[in-house]
């Protein structure tokens, strides 16, 4: 059976290492704090280990469209890469607890997990560390906050501004950007349940082929994200307005990244340069 051109397509993808340095050039450094602060907490020593998961789960997610859970390595949709280096963990994980059934696969980060989720001080104390990042960013970035309601359907303003400036074009409710190879980045809002926003950005992004529009990468929870750049759930938790128009950008730009990496002629670019 003939593979489906978005799954051939995205499984050229170049990975989260690339990927990651076009984001934070665009001054989007949070997630490798996020990423140091880990490393910090399992140990220099680890710091190899963890880039390698990192880049296994990147890849697993990406060419498996988002559907399964690379750390239970169960998928909805097979990869074309199976990692045998994630296999091996998995085979020797042995830190399994009834109360965290779905652990990761590096144990250090498991600690983490649990100690944020039993250790208020901790917890608390992580919280305040992002939360200063978050806001100095802001600063840094310029970010205008003028016509946040809070409601998810006053969104929309600001992903046309964020959207509109990276060249996507609307298509009455959504934003769209065709790439080579025939895929289509899509941003939409969420605005079902909660009126309100919660937590994080009602924002919905969709990626397909122009072959088979029906058959789509849907990316509506922050996890995904998280997989393709680990880090990256640290702009999801909002609690003010800055903290929103913040996570917005953020999301819009590192999809516009992930859609240009994809690009031919940024690939063969980056070739000549070097």
């Known amino acids: 059976m003939e593979e489906h051109p978005l799954l051939r397509t995205v499984a050229?993808?170049?990975?989260?290492?690339?990927?990651e340095l076009a984001f934070e050039a665009l001054g989007f450094t949070i997630l490798k704090a996020r990423q140091n602060r880990i490393i910090q907490f399992c140990g220099e020593q680890r710091s190899e280990l963890l880039n390698r998961y990192w880049d296994?789960?990147?890849?697993?997610?990406?060419?498996?469209?988002?559907?399964?859970?690379?750390?239970?390595?169960a998928f909805v949709i097979q990869p074309r890469y199976r990692s045998a280096f994630l296999d091996e963990l998995f085979a020797a994980r042995d830190f399994v607890e009834p109360q965290f059934p779905c652990p990761p696969l590096v144990k250090c980060l498991f600690d983490r997990f649990k100690k944020i989720y039993l250790d208020?001080?901790?917890?608390?104390n992580e919280v305040a560390f992002f939360s200063q990042l978050r806001k100095a960013e802001s600063d840094?970035?310029?970010?205008q906050t003028m016509g946040w309601s809070g409601r998810k359907r006053d969104v929309a303003p600001f992903i046309e501004k964020f959207c509109s400036a990276l060249a996507f074009e609307r298509h009455r409710n959504r934003?769209?950007?065709?790439?080579?190879?025939?895929?289509?980045?899509?941003?939409g809002v969420d605005l079902?349940?909660?009126?309100?926003?919660?937590?994080?950005?009602?924002l919905i992004f969709r990626i397909f082929h122009v072959d088979d529009p029906k058959y789509v990468f849907s990316i509506m929870h922050v996890a995904v994200f998280d997989?393709?750049?680990?880090?990256?759930?640290?702009?999801?938790?909002?609690?003010?307005?800055?903290?929103?128009?913040?996570a917005i950008r953020a999301y819009i730009e590192l999809f516009n990244v992930i859609a240009g990496s994809f690009s031919s002629r940024r690939i063969e670019g980056r070739r000549t340069k070097a």
């Open 192 to 202: 079902g349940g909660n009126p309100y926003c919660i937590g994080r950005p009602p």
């Open 12 to 19: 050229n993808w170049p990975g989260r290492g690339s990927t």
């Open 175 to 187: 934003w769209r950007k065709k790439v080579d190879g025939g895929l289509v980045f899509e941003v």
């Open 227 to 246: 997989r393709l750049v680990p880090g990256f759930d640290v702009y999801a938790h909002c609690r003010d307005a800055s903290d929103y128009v913040l």
């Open 56 to 73: 296994e789960i990147a890849l697993e997610t990406m060419q498996s469209l988002g559907q399964g859970d690379p750390d239970q390595r």
């Open 120 to 124: 208020a001080e901790f917890r608390d």
């Open 140 to 143: 840094r970035l310029g970010i």
